[in-house]
């Protein structure tokens, strides 16, 4: 692995930007340039962490915070407890949808990374209000992505919840379908916040290096989650992380990875590299379009695909 790698790969994938556009339906995320593209790698092997293009610039986390905030809670709860409330399948309906849960007349999200599993993991972090639960969440995505300079962007985070209907549908349908414990707005909250957190890609790096390091951080050697939590998240990550692309990636490209509508891809190559990526034009599904080639190639030109 080297820079020279990542330029390229940023001059090859650049300007795949143009068949996509920034999320809207945030209108903070409608103000976005879209003409940016960034990658880092975090080396396990090495030690070392290389980046290219727009890698230090600071994007909303949105659905990626879905997997610190998965494995703060199996770290808080077990692993049982925490899949007693919500399961692990990946599901061929939108990620803000309920349809799946209505027509199988489920009891439990399909899985933590649609938006209904989200909440009800947030639900489960322990701390007696939205303050005391994004303190928890905040303090653990500085550790995880080895920054403590990690802040709330105070405009994406009003932005998400003044127009979060659907995910207030979604939370009182479950509330009152006794699928989640606590206040519907109050876990709203702090919902809505940890998916407003600033982040770059060498932070999402971080935190995929730690994955890929089966929970142990590489920068110091600290077990920060258990190797159970980080196989599991990664497993679900194959199969769930990429919303109703997630299919389509595991057969073409082959590692796991978590999307987000800020533009982040977060993606992991166990044992070997932690990725970050951010290039905030989006495809229909909500995953960004250069980013998805920026990624694909870098498993290519580095062998990558775990399934080959």
């Not at 995910?167 to 109050?186: I, P, Q």
């Not at 939590?229 to 299919?247: P, R, W």
Request: hydrophobic share 40%.
């Amino acid at each position: 692995m080297d820079k020279k790698l990542l330029d390229k790969i940023i001059e090859e994938s650049f300007q795949y930007y143009k068949k996509g556009h920034v999320a809207t339906y945030i209108p903070a995320l409608g103000r976005v340039n879209p003409e940016q593209l960034g990658i880092a790698v975090y080396d396990l092997e090495n030690n070392e962490q290389y980046f290219a293009g727009n890698a230090e610039t600071s994007f909303a986390i949105e659905s990626i915070s879905k997997v610190p905030v998965l494995l703060l809670a199996i770290e808080e709860r077990g692993l049982k407890n925490v899949f007693n409330k919500v399961d692990a399948e990946p599901t061929g309906f939108s990620f803000n949808s309920i349809l799946n849960m209505e027509i199988n007349k489920r009891t439990y999200p399909m899985n933590p990374f649609v938006n209904t599993g989200a909440i009800v993991i947030n639900s489960l972090i322990n701390g007696k209000n939205s303050d005391e639960r994004f303190e928890k969440i905040l303090s653990f995505m500085k550790l995880i992505c080895n920054n403590e300079h990690l802040t709330l962007n105070q405009e994406i985070y009003e932005s998400e919840s003044r127009t979060g209907d659907i995910n207030r549908s979604l939370a009182y349908y479950m509330k009152a379908n006794d699928m989640f414990d606590g206040d519907v707005e109050d876990v709203l909250d702090s919902y809505f916040k940890q998916c407003s957190v600033n982040v770059n890609t060498i932070d999402l790096s971080n935190l995929a290096a730690v994955l890929a390091n089966n929970g142990i951080a590489p920068w110091n050697n600290q077990q920060i989650v258990s190797e159970e939590a980080a196989i599991t998240v990664k497993s679900i990550m194959t199969t769930a992380g990429l919303y109703d692309e997630s299919g389509d990636f595991s057969t073409h490209v082959g590692i796991p990875a978590k999307s987000g509508v800020g533009g982040g891809l977060m993606a992991v190559s166990p044992d070997k590299f932690g990725i970050g990526v951010f290039g905030p034009a989006l495809d229909k599904e909500g995953n960004s379009t250069a980013g998805m080639k920026a990624l694909k190639l870098l498993v290519e030109k580095v062998g990558l695909n775990i399934f080959e």
